[in-house]
């Protein structure tokens, strides 16, 4: 079955703390991957997107993700979390027709200042 | 705002009742969504759009659900005989394979549904 596994459901760090959260997912085909974020009273939106060439991608706000085919992992890290990183984090699965869209059941993370 | 905007923000109905939801996409998107979100879950994926085809839906959507795009714009999800476990998060996103064809999707604001 398609999915994607998020490791931790809540997540809480200092600020300064780094942060990796760790997605796999299961996926018989080429995929795009994406983390989309949901601060507290807004919508879901873009964080950073994977969908070929260097798998280590960079995004908004200090984010980065690593690709690692083999083992069918997007991983989210950044080096120092600030409180306004408090949000909820998705990874997303879309298949190349772009049709096809599997959310991870998302992390709630937490930065105390 | 040139964002996507669904409405009613808010609905609560009584189980039996019909209720439909709008979401209007960004204007030169062609490809819409709709999801569905429960608490403590992420988005569940429920249909797709190409302009006015719809070319994907989950077996979430059962035949009480529909949703329709008719003139490739605006879209609606219409619920039947609303049950208690309808109420949830309704999200519609839109996207436009541009460039690379990334499908990053914009999301809007969702409507919440409470069946009472």
């Known amino acids: 079955a398609q999915s994607v596994s998020q490791h931790n459901h809540h997540v809480i760090l200092s600020e300064a703390a780094s942060l990796e959260l760790g997605c796999n997912y299961s996926?018989?085909?080429?995929?795009?991957l994406f983390w989309y974020v949901q601060y507290p009273g807004q919508h879901l939106q873009l964080l950073l997107k994977?969908?070929?060439?260097?798998?280590l991608v960079k995004g908004i706000k200090g984010f980065e993700a690593e690709f690692i085919k083999s083992k069918f992992s997007f991983n989210l890290r950044k080096p120092s979390v600030q409180w306004s990183d408090t949000a909820e984090y998705f990874c997303?699965?879309?298949?190349?027709?772009?049709?096809?869209?599997?959310f991870g059941a998302g992390t709630r993370l937490f930065v105390k200042a | 705002d040139t964002g996507v905007s669904q409405n009613p923000r808010h609905k609560i109905t009584k189980r039996g009742q019909n209720v439909t939801f709008r979401c209007d996409p960004i204007s030169e998107h062609n490809r819409l969504y709709w999801y569905r979100q429960t608490l403590g879950q992420g988005p569940e994926f429920l249909t797709y759009f190409q302009n006015e085809a719809q070319l994907e839906k989950s077996r979430l959507l059962s035949d009480r659900f529909s949703a329709e795009r008719p003139k490739g714009s605006f879209s609606t999800l219409e619920i039947q005989r609303t049950e208690q476990g309808d109420s949830a998060m309704y999200l519609c996103?839109?996207?436009?394979?541009?460039?690379?064809?990334?499908?990053?999707?914009?999301f809007g604001p969702g409507t919440r549904l409470t069946v009472t």
């Open positions: 997303v699965v879309v298949n190349t027709g772009g049709f096809k869209t599997i």
């Open positions: 994977y969908f070929s060439g260097d798998p």
């Open positions: 996103a839109s996207s436009s394979p541009t460039g690379g064809a990334t499908y990053e999707q914009y």
């Open positions: 996926y018989g085909g080429t995929v795009n």
